[in-house]
């Protein structure tokens, strides 16, 4: 464990000299801004508002906020994204924001179409793949000798990540780019806050793939199986009544029973 700790952080201190330039920032790199996407970004900057998020509220919530997310320190995205990012849908944002525990957002905003991209965990300290195993999904499978086994110790700084040609294909927050990006946040114009915003969501898609994409046995976005997922957890990722409910009632005012996740 030592050991692992003193290669993160040197690999850390390292990352933005040795490692290869990651696929999303060849997309980044090779992209030719149009006139629309200029436009829609300089929309965008000047639609923007800052929030606050409140550690302590007067009146303790129903839910109560839990301690942050220590694998976003690591994320480029939540430099300008709240944590949690999806904020829109008051239906579905609780359930897209779970997923941000365990899957890196570039596994569902990045989708090249001319790039076959292989989904693997990664240790986002050090960017490293893992392994597929069972314990990564946080339970295994329960059997007649013991009950199921939740697994306490495992937290988000293990993530499903693209990868391309044995690279993450994710922005690095400790990147020479996102470095630059942050000091044009700080300090910059704002023809360059405008250039720069487009650039980076250039390679992007604004929605993520339908929850059937990974709730679904015949569609597969990832392979659950190269993952580690056993049949148990692999049956209950493809049959989430959560996703189902959304894949049928696509009406915003549409609810769902409380008795119905109790079945």
């Known amino acids: 464990m030592v050991y692992r700790i003193f290669i993160i952080g040197l690999l850390s201190a390292m990352s ?29 900057l000047a639609a923007h508002k800052d929030l606050e998020v409140r550690e302590k509220l007067d009146m303790p919530p129903f839910h109560k906020r839990g301690q942050l997310n220590a694998s976003l320190e690591y994320n480029t995205c939540t430099t300008c994204h709240l944590s949690p990012p999806h904020t829109k849908s ?16 570039e596994s569902c905003h990045f989708r090249p179409k001319d790039k076959v991209l292989s989904y693997q965990w990664e240790d986002v300290r050090d960017g490293l793949s893992l392994k597929g195993k069972a314990k990564l999904f946080r339970q295994v499978q329960s059997t007649e000798e013991k009950p199921l086994e939740r697994v306490k110790a495992l937290h988000s700084y293990y993530k499903i990540t693209p990868f391309y040609k044995g690279e993450a294909a994710v922005l690095r927050k400790n990147s020479q780019f996102a470095q630059a990006t942050k000091r044009i946040w700080e300090g910059g114009v704002e023809a360059e806050k405008i250039e720069r915003r487009a650039l980076i969501h250039a390679p992007l898609e604004e929605k993520g793939p339908e929850c059937s994409a990974c709730h679904d046995k015949d569609e597969q976005f990832l392979d659950l199986s190269k993952l ?3 049949t148990y957890q692999a049956n209950k990722i493809y049959n989430n009544i959560i996703a189902q409910f ?4 696509k009406d915003e005012e549409s609810r769902l029973r409380i008795m119905r996740l109790l079945k």
Request: hydrophobic residues 35%; charged residues 25%; proline residues 0%.
């Open 246 to 249: 959304f894949a049928r009632y």
């Open 90 to 105: 008051e239906r579905t944002r609780t359930f897209m924001n779970m997923h941000t525990q365990f899957i890196a957002c």
């Open 228 to 230: 580690g997922a056993n």
């Open 16 to 44: 933005c000299h040795v490692t290869a330039e990651s696929l999303y920032l060849q997309e980044i790199n090779n992209t030719v801004l149009s006139e629309r996407q200029l436009a829609e970004s300089k929309e965008k």
